[in-house]
């Protein structure tokens, strides 16, 4: 839980709490689909009391076998990786029951041996050497991106999601160029990332004009196996920088993208990241590797719910998952409605996913030439 005295905050964790989570039973309604989707939206916004506890649970039933499992969390105490552990652990805990081992251990990695980690890492050279690494980037000058010649004149933290499902077709595309030579790199995670990050970078360019390129993405700090199994809050966000030629193509900024994303992973460490590499950039993209199995042979398909809100200093944030392996990736639109029009938030996931199938089709052609809209948006 987190306190306040005299103006500063302080984290304790409870000797022990008392806390039944809710059934709630929507099977009965006309319309179960519906009915569950308000109760969710509803429930999302309410403001957690952070001096009683940092997250908030229920089982809903929609059908006579047919469940939803709603777990909601406060970003200060995990992240998305935390959740997919928290998810098996459940599982594992539910077999245990289902054959009677009542009394199995539940003990899990303790977020403090992560903590004492990070301080030991404090002081050490490469701890200092990325350190000088982020302040000499955030000393570089680094205007913000205005998007569409948009520049709002009061930033407010209301967005709005838009899920944009890749396409199972695009998908393999991606990731049978991501394993071709010159593209492949140390693992297919990181190249899918470099190649939605070069997407990105060149949407960034087409609707901005700014041949100065920044984004912030998490580092996920998990090092260990040990840390793979801890819940916790383990990310920080870094900033990527490019510089984009006129004549760019997909290619050559995917070359500078590279370079830069491993000199990224070289110098974000724990404990690196600081205020003044935050305010560098605007816009996020996150590329989340995070699954869910089944439980337990249960067929499940996990969502992410947007409460409708993010920091007010982002414009954009790009999610990206295939929390199912599904092999169809999932790209969310989380569009700062102080910057996008509702209008503009329609149009700017069709002028990204322009880019990528231009990417895929020919990765040697320059960006500038691609055209952004369709046939329909030029008519309007």
Known sequence: VFTEQAGVPLQQVQPEMHYRPELVDLSCESDPASAVEKWILQRCRLNFDLGTRCFDSALIRTGPASFIW???????????????????????????????????????????????????????????????????????????????????????????????????????????????????????????????????????????????????????????????????????????????????????????????????????????????????????????????????GIPMQAKWIHTGNSDPEHDLRLQLHDFGDSGDIVACFDFNCSTFSAEIRQRAAHHFLHLLDACLADPDQPIGQVNLTDDEERAD
């Open 70 to 296: 709603y777990l909601n969390q406060h970003h200060l105490t995990m992240d998305a990786w935390s959740t997919s552990v928290v998810y098996a652990k459940l599982a594992g805990i539910y077999a245990r029951l289902r054959t009677g081992a009542l009394q199995a251990d539940e003990t899990m990695p303790a977020y403090a041996d992560y903590l004492a980690y990070e301080r030991g890492l404090r002081g050490t050279q490469p701890h200092s050497s990325a350190t000088a690494y982020w302040q000499a980037l955030a000393a570089r000058p680094s205007p913000r991106v205005c998007l569409y010649g948009r520049k709002p004149a009061m930033r407010a933290n209301r967005s709005e999601r838009l899920e944009c499902p890749v396409g199972v077709e695009r998908s393999q595309a991606l990731r049978e160029l991501a394993q071709t030579p010159g593209i492949r790199t140390l693992s297919l995670d990181l190249s899918l990332f470099n190649l939605f990050a070069t997407v990105l970078f060149a949407y960034l360019w087409r609707v901005s004009g700014s041949t100065t390129q920044l984004i912030g993405t998490p580092a996920h700090n998990r090092s260990s196996l040990v840390f793979k199994e801890t819940v916790g809050l383990f990310i920080e966000l870094f900033p990527l920088r490019v510089e984009l030629d006129e004549a760019e193509s997909f290619r050559s900024l995917l070359g500078k993208v590279g370079t830069e994303s491993q000199a990224y992973l070289r110098n974000a460490l724990p404990g690196t990241s600081s205020a003044a590499g935050m305010r560098l950039f605007n816009v996020v993209m996150n590329y989340i590797h995070a699954s869910f199995e089944a439980f337990n």
